[in-house]
């Protein structure tokens, strides 16, 4: 077993988009399926997803997968409610786990290739986290020491890992991805995303 494990946060109801976009389209699959093969295909292990609104729909799309699928019947109390049932999941599948990466279902362009490189980055700066760095912002995918679990299991309300980045800047070491800046939020961010004519490159 890895010794860092991966959480894909999808548990949001997705209201702007006035849909699950855990359920649109991409290429052959769905964009929950595409992010959590991306995720399986990383040196991460184990892989848990978080679902919230909608899992009746959502769950089919990624049961079979090998990853651990874990319901948030607080959902609606924010992203907060759902780091912490992904870590209290992830302590009990591997309580020697020394870090986790978080990462989110709405980033169309996230790669194997990213996720990778937080944990040999993670090595070789002892720094306790390493985020993604895109839009003059650190964000996730973002790997975490499990000094920081704690903190990020207390995080209340709809407030995101990237509250504990803020608060531990000093420590935080930033792998360039600037496609991160991309995110499906609403129909007109899924529209331009379609509409452009980059091939899908990045699945692996």
Same mark, same amino acid.
Not at 55 to 61: A, Q, V
């Given at each position: 077993m890895s010794a860092v494990g991966l959480i894909v946060l999808a548990a949001g109801a997705s209201t702007r988009m006035g849909m699950p976009k855990q359920l649109l389209q991409f290429g052959e699959r769905s964009l929950i399926g595409h992010v959590v093969e991306v995720a399986i295909a990383s040196v991460c292990n184990p892989i848990i997803v %978080?679902?919230?609104?909608? &899992?009746?729909? *959502?769950?089919? =799309?990624? =049961?079979?997968?090998?990853?651990? %699928? %874990?319901e948030n019947p607080h959902w609606a109390e924010g992203m907060s409610t &759902? *780091?912490? *049932?992904? *870590? =209290?999941?992830?302590?009990a599948i591997n309580p020697d786990v020394e870090a986790v990466v978080l990462m989110l279902c709405d980033q169309p362009f996230v790669s194997t290739q990213i996720i990778d490189?937080?944990?040999p980055a993670y090595r070789a700066t002892g720094k306790p986290i390493i985020a993604s760095e895109y839009a003059e912002i650190s964000g996730v995918p973002a790997l975490f020491s499990r000094a920081l679990f704690s903190e990020l299991s207390a995080l209340s309300g709809d407030v995101g890992a990237r509250q504990v980045i803020k608060q531990h800047a000093h420590a935080v070491f930033a792998v360039p991805f600037p496609e991160g800046a991309i995110d499906l939020d609403t129909p007109k961010n899924y529209e331009a995303f379609q509409a452009q004519s980059v091939p899908f490159i990045h699945w692996r």
């Open positions: %978080v679902l919230g609104a909608s &899992s009746d729909r *959502i769950k089919p =799309e990624v =049961e079979r997968l090998d990853v651990r %699928v %874990v &759902s *780091i912490r *049932i992904g *870590i =209290e999941t992830l302590n490189k937080l944990q």
